[in-house]
């Protein structure tokens, strides 16, 4: 009788250990786990924001509905110098105060052509911080980046054609 019990308490603290990771997380994570970066889910919602404006919605998916902001934050986490994380963080701890300076609205909550304005001028102002411009450069390089490289685009706009792909011959004069 004593192995039973033995048993369902070995199982049952076996699934709280594989059930506690998720729990810590939950509360004010991101949806993508990160190792390096310290984001909130407020800061990634603004990344997703950011993302948006940079690839908004038309007749084709969006940035948020592609979830690019999760492709930015990884590649950020996973493939650049901790030097460039940093900048990264800063500018983004940055972004929010400068925007509301700037157009003294909130920037999820601006128009998409309020929001490319404010892109442009981060991005051509000598006034702007270093770190700023960089975390502005990078969400736009890496949006663009996922987006070309997502399942969607690859499918749907540019699908891809196995190697040797089609030949299309020219025919002139008669000759082929």
Known sequence: MHRRVWIKQVLLAGGGMLIAPALVNAAGATEVPLLHLRISAAEEALVAALAEAVIPTTDTPGA???NLHQFVLKMMDDCAAPVDQQ????????????????SSLAFASN?????VQLLRTIRDSKEAPADLRFFVDQV????????????YVLTKVHPYELVPGRFNGCKKNGNV
């Open 64 to 66: 948020k509905a592609l």
């Open 87 to 102: 900048r990264f963080q800063n500018g983004l701890a940055l972004f929010e105060p400068f925007a509301q300076k700037q």
């Open 140 to 151: 736009r390089r890496l949006t663009i980046r996922g987006y070309e490289t997502s399942e």
């Open 111 to 115: 128009a998409t052509p309020q929001q």
